[in-house]
């Protein structure tokens, strides 16, 4: 496989400022792991290999485990999540797939663990990794 394009140099400032979104999220106050669980999970369903690369080796090093990483892709059917994770995968998977829309349920099980703020980072985080999966689709960004 080859890449199509080079987007960050063809057009840095179109690239910065996708960037700046990345930049203002690693500011945030969302858990790393939890970060990372919504990049993986996202680039999961987009099939980026290159996230999925990325964000999975980002994860270990913050600690994420090797088990947990596995079953990311069937979190429904584990016990290795916790309500709260569940809660934002849950909502990862629903932005990701937004013809289906966020249901008030999935919408709800999230506020009932953030605050508006947090949500609204959660929120800019997926809408965010899912830009990058298309960005690195699109261009054929390769693994290796």
Not at 13 to 22: I, N, P, T, V, W
Not at 46 to 71: P, V
Not at 88 to 96: D, P, R
Not at 125 to 144: E, M, P, Q, S, Y
């Amino acid at each position: 496989m080859e890449s199509r394009i080079d987007i960050p140099k063809v057009d840095p400032a179109a690239y910065q400022a996708m960037y700046a979104l990345e930049k203002y999220l690693s500011a945030s106050k969302i858990d790393p792991i939890l970060s990372e669980l919504i990049k993986m999970r996202a680039s999961q369903i987009n099939g980026c290999a290159f996230c999925l690369n990325m964000h999975s080796a980002d994860a270990r090093k913050i600690g994420e485990t090797e088990q947990r990483l596995y079953l990311l892709s069937a979190w429904k059917e584990t016990t290795l999540f916790t309500e709260k994770e569940k809660a934002v995968i849950a909502l990862t998977e629903e932005v990701t797939l937004i013809s289906n829309h966020v249901s008030d349920a999935t919408y709800n099980k999230v506020a009932s663990f953030f605050n508006e703020t947090e949500i609204t980072n959660i929120i800019m985080a997926i809408v965010t990794i899912n830009a990058w999966n298309r960005l690195a689709i699109t261009a054929k960004v390769i693994v290796g």
